[in-house]
């Protein structure tokens, strides 16, 4: 497959970091039927590429993220994805990625980042929410803004807000369609950091190569289980967590884990840089 096969998406891959770029600026960035199927292809792609650690998102330019579907595509006839009454159905019952990309996918345990380079409106703001983490520009701006034009969300963000933000911050924004600025966003949780403009891509691609340093795979059993048990009662939670960790118990890679802890030979305890690990911030001197 050639390194960038697509028309309204860009795939950029740089060592174990994927970089996934809408790459529609000229209409904000919004999602058309030939960039939603891109999409789905893409994170096919990263999902099972076992080269490919952590992936970020982000929109080409400076103006947005993503401004959601593409309205005017819609208005014209051409919605997103053919919409029959077979399709519907099967949309209703789950089989179906999403309607801006595959939104509905939740089996994706690799990290994933946003960065979010300008507005994140509609389906954009589902898509933010969609990832683990998110870097925002200081321009940055969120909204739910689909509220305006009668429009419903169908990418997650009903479920997805309430679940990052609590009931009330989400519904105000799900029922008022007010838009929030970055400042807001990181108070409220909706991202995890907001940086100078047009530095977001750089610092998320930076958080990704440090998390893809790290053993991938309690990181990777340790996100299915918070994404498998984040509404199950507790005592299901914990079952889900111990079938996950039992997983690793026996194997090579934590095994080698263990031999680093105890010869005193694991990342925070090195000098090189390439070796630190996130968040280590004590010195060791012996």
């Not at 108070?187 to 790290?214: F, H």
Request: proline share 6%; aromatic share 6%.
């Amino acid at each position: 497959m050639p390194a960038d096969p697509y028309q309204f998406v860009s795939y950029d891959q740089d060592g174990p970091v994927v970089t996934i770029t809408f790459d529609r600026p000229d209409r904000m960035n919004a999602i058309g039927r030939v960039m939603n199927d891109e999409l789905v292809d893409a994170w096919d792609r990263f999902r099972t590429d076992d080269s490919a650690l952590v992936a970020v998102l982000t929109g080409r330019g400076t103006e947005a993220f993503c401004a959601g579907g593409d309205l005017q595509s819609f208005a014209e006839g051409i919605p997103v994805v053919p919409m029959t009454e077979s399709d519907r159905a099967a949309h209703a019952r789950g089989e179906r990625p999403g309607i801006l990309g595959p939104s509905r996918w939740t089996d994706i345990y690799k990290p994933t980042i946003a960065a979010v380079n300008g507005v994140a409106y509609a389906g954009g703001l589902e898509w933010a929410c969609w990832t683990d983490m998110a870097i925002a520009d200081q321009h940055a701006t969120f909204g739910v803004t689909c509220r305006r034009w009668n429009i419903g969300l169908a990418d997650g963000g009903s479920q997805r807000l309430p679940r990052i933000l609590g009931w009330r911050r989400a519904m105000e924004l799900i029922i008022t369609g007010r838009v929030i600025d970055a400042a807001e966003a990181l108070q409220s949780g909706l991202v995890n950091e907001v940086v100078p403009s047009g530095t977001a891509l750089s610092r998320a691609q930076e958080l990704a190569a440090q998390i893809a340093r790290l053993p991938q795979g309690a990181i990777r059993t340790d996100k299915e289980a918070a994404i498998r048990g984040f509404d199950a009662p507790l005592d299901d939670g914990l079952q889900i967590e111990a079938a996950l960790f039992n997983q690793l118990i026996d194997s090579p890679e934590m095994a080698e884990g263990i031999r680093q802890f105890r010869e005193r030979d694991h990342p925070d305890r090195r000098t090189d840089e390439e070796a630190l690990t996130t968040g280590i911030a004590r010195p060791r001197t012996s």
